[in-house]
């Protein structure tokens, strides 16, 4: 993806602009938020909240179903990133209320991590904040890992970070990916190299293969 910005955006417009016949609001819904993505990758947030948007109308309109990727979460997302905490906390409230009433929280958790700083930011303005609380421990138990040896446990965020570590990401990607600023991010790998007592990233990187600390 990187340097290819003009093939991303023109890809994510295709994808908006794709007239498929008898495609329901469902999917064009889905098509938008792929689209949506894709502008936020290359840089447009203005025109991903133009799109999501239209996702959030079209799946609004049909009541009688229900998503597992809900495009108002990615929108909120989105105005967390822009530090527009207010209209995120909105449409997080009103995906928390609905879906406690329904009695599915459960499926916010097929999200991905990109649903926790929604979560911290429902504890934090007190939205539903049982029920976010619930759904964070279900990530928290899953991703804090204990180091063989030394005891020292890797909190939820770490195991997060070494993660995208592995996966090759540039502090910049992290930072972008996590919702965090860069300085934290060096915060977490200098934790990270501390607790495997090694002195660099790409050491940091070998050990957690050698210890087989995340499953690939």
Same mark, same amino acid.
Request: aromatic content about 2%; charged content about 25%.
């Given at each position: !993806?990187? %340097?290819?910005?003009?093939?991303?955006? #023109?890809?994510?417009? #295709?994808?908006?602009?794709?007239?498929?016949? $008898?495609?329901?609001?469902?999917? !064009?819904? %889905?098509?938008?938020m792929i /689209? /949506?993505?894709?502008l936020?990758?290359?840089?447009?947030?203005?025109? /991903?909240?133009?799109?999501?948007?239209?996702?959030?109308?079209?799946? #609004?309109?049909?009541?009688a179903?229900?998503?597992?990727?809900?495009?108002? =979460?990615?929108?909120?997302?989105?105005?967390? *990133?822009?530090?527009?905490?207010?209209?995120?906390?909105?449409?997080? &409230?009103?995906?928390?209320?609905? $879906?406690?009433?329904? %009695?599915?929280c459960? =499926?916010?958790?097929?999200?991905?991590?990109? =649903?926790?700083?929604?979560?911290?930011l429902?504890?934090?303005r007190?939205?539903?904040?049982?029920?976010?609380?619930?759904?964070?421990?279900? $990530?928290?138990?899953?991703?804090?890992?204990?180091?063989?040896?030394s005891?020292?446990?890797?909190?939820?965020?770490?195991?997060?970070?070494?993660?995208?570590?592995? &996966?090759?990401?540039?502090? #910049?990607?992290?930072?972008?990916?996590?919702?965090? *600023?860069?300085?934290?991010? +060096?915060?977490?790998?200098?934790? !990270?190299?501390g +607790?495997?007592?090694?002195?660099?990233?790409?050491?940091?990187?070998?050990?957690?293969?050698?210890?087989?600390? =995340?499953?690939?």
């Amino acid at each position: !993806i990187q %340097g290819r910005a003009d093939e991303l955006s #023109k890809l994510a417009r #295709k994808i908006k602009a794709a007239e498929i016949p $008898f495609e329901s609001p469902e999917s !064009i819904a %889905g098509r938008q938020m792929i /689209a /949506a993505m894709a502008l936020l990758q290359n840089n447009a947030p203005a025109e /991903a909240e133009e799109t999501l948007r239209e996702a959030v109308a079209l799946q #609004k309109a049909v009541v009688a179903t229900r998503t597992v990727f809900d495009a108002r =979460i990615l929108l909120a997302h989105l105005y967390l *990133t822009q530090n527009r905490g207010d209209e995120a906390a909105d449409l997080l &409230n009103q995906v928390l209320t609905q $879906f406690d009433e329904l %009695g599915i929280c459960g =499926i916010l958790v097929m999200e991905g991590r990109t =649903i926790l700083p929604l979560l911290d930011l429902a504890v934090a303005r007190n939205i539903r904040p049982e029920t976010a609380e619930l759904l964070r421990s279900r $990530f928290d138990r899953e991703r804090t890992i204990t180091l063989p040896g030394s005891g020292e446990r890797l909190t939820p965020r770490e195991v997060e970070v070494l993660e995208m570590l592995m &996966n090759g990401a540039s502090n #910049k990607e992290i930072a972008a990916e996590l919702v965090i *600023t860069q300085r934290t991010v +060096k915060a977490h790998v200098s934790n !990270i190299m501390g +607790k495997l007592e090694v002195s660099s990233r790409t050491e940091a990187v070998a050990k957690a293969y050698e210890l087989a600390l =995340i499953r690939r």
